[in-house]
């Protein structure tokens, strides 16, 4: 069964959030999910305020159902850098794979990657991937999440009977 992923984005950022800068990455989160083919519940832009994310996040996962939010920015050693903390928070099971893979293959392409904090996790039947704030970083990423997204959220539904087939290649675990 082919399921169309319903999605949220979230873009924490201050100086998008006051207009002084286009939000890049939000945009380059949006085509890709919709090229997955994803539904886009939300696009929120938010200052980095851990209260705020986490609120959003909430929001996201259990007004709206969301099966997949994506966060954008607040990932780095910046003091208000906390997107990670915030999810942290909110989530009820970490995904370690998820950012392992992400700044694995992030940093054969640029080796400050190895400073993304960004971590991934379940609340309920959403999975929530913090993702950088760079659009490169953003489009690296979604070299690697992209052929597992629907994957993972037909694990979270459910929905998968058989791993061998659900992923094209053959020798995928979960």
């Known amino acids: 069964m082919t399921i169309m ?20 990455s939000g ?18 832009v938010i200052p980095d305020e851990k209260e705020e994310i986490k609120k959003m996040l909430i929001h996201l996962a259990d007004v709206l159902h969301c099966d997949l939010i994506l966060t954008t920015g607040g990932t780095g050693l910046a003091l208000r850098d906390l ?20 700044r694995a293959a992030s940093m054969l392409k640029k080796k400050t990657a190895m400073l993304s904090r960004g971590i991934a996790g379940v609340r309920g039947r959403t999975l929530i991937i913090n993702l950088p704030g760079s659009p490169k970083a953003i489009e690296d990423s979604f ?5 597992v997204l629907k994957h993972a959220v037909e694990l979270l539904k459910g929905e998968v009977r ?4 659900s992923l094209s290649s053959p020798h995928s675990h979960s």
């Open 5 to 24: 992923l319903k999605a949220g984005i979230l873009t924490a950022s201050d100086r998008s959030h006051r207009g002084e800068r286009e939000d890049k």
């Open 83 to 102: 997107t990670p903390e915030a999810t942290r928070e909110v989530i009820e099971k970490e995904i370690p794979g998820i950012a392992e893979a992400l």
């Open 27 to 44: 945009m380059i989160l949006k085509e890709n999910l919709e090229n997955v083919p994803a539904e886009i519940l939300a696009y929120q």
């Open 162 to 165: 058989d791993c061998q087939t």
């Open 143 to 147: 070299e690697v999440l992209g052929p």
